[in-house]
């Protein structure tokens, strides 16, 4: 069984891991395994109190296939700093490492958008709340983009982010995963 662990924690964008986690739960080959700091429940910004699967001291590194963070405004003012050893560690064994809208911020702040190329809700204001960022000349104007086992979104492209996650998971072939996009974003079902 391959772990795909997101991270929850009060305040966190719910909808933005709205189209993502059903799809994987669909898949046998997978699981989602939620936590938050301490396993207790939390609260997303949609009001939703949701009990996460497990505490941050019971994920296993070995056990991550990939690693979701999900934005919300937590993240800007580092109240959430503490996963900051599961993000490092998650990068150094190349883990992918998901994340969309605030959850860029956090990763901008600390260092791990230097070296990638990625994207985030806007360069200058990424910049702003992150003043020792250094990835500016990496930065894509996309709504969704991958590299490096880093997946980033900005916080108006939850189904392009869903899409990015699929891919590097190969959750359905090519052909599947545009099928499934194009009915989300676009209302098209093709056969």
């Not at 993502?20 to 080959?29: F, Q, R, Y």
């Not at 991550?64 to 490092?88: A, C, H, Q, R, S």
């Not at 958008?113 to 204001?125: A, I, R």
């Not at 699929?166 to 009915?183: H, M, P, R, T, V």
Request: a negative charge; one cysteine or more; hydrophobic letters at 40%.
């Amino acid at each position: 069984m391959k772990n795909i662990c997101i991270f929850l924690f009060d305040g966190y964008s719910d909808w933005e891991i709205g189209y993502l986690a059903p799809e994987i739960a669909k898949n046998k080959e997978f699981e989602i395994r939620t936590f938050s700091l301490d396993g207790k429940s939390v609260r997303s910004a949609g009001n939703l109190q949701v009990l996460p699967d497990c505490s941050l001291n019971d994920i296993k590194i070995d056990e991550i296939t990939m690693l979701i963070l999900p934005g919300g405004y937590t993240w800007e003012d580092g109240k959430l700093d503490y996963i900051i050893p599961l993000v490092k560690l998650s990068q150094e064994r190349k883990i992918t490492i998901a994340a969309i809208c605030g959850a860029t911020i956090f990763l901008a702040r600390n260092g791990f958008l230097d070296e990638v190329k990625h994207t985030s809700n806007d360069l200058d204001f990424l910049k702003m709340v992150a003043p020792n960022y250094k990835g500016e000349h990496l930065y894509q104007q996309e709504k969704a983009y991958s590299d490096k086992y880093i997946i980033t979104a900005n916080g108006t492209a939850p189904i392009e982010f869903a899409k990015e996650i699929f891919e590097s998971i190969s959750l359905y072939d090519s052909a599947g995963i545009e099928k499934w996009y194009q009915l989300f974003k676009n209302g098209i079902w093709s056969e």
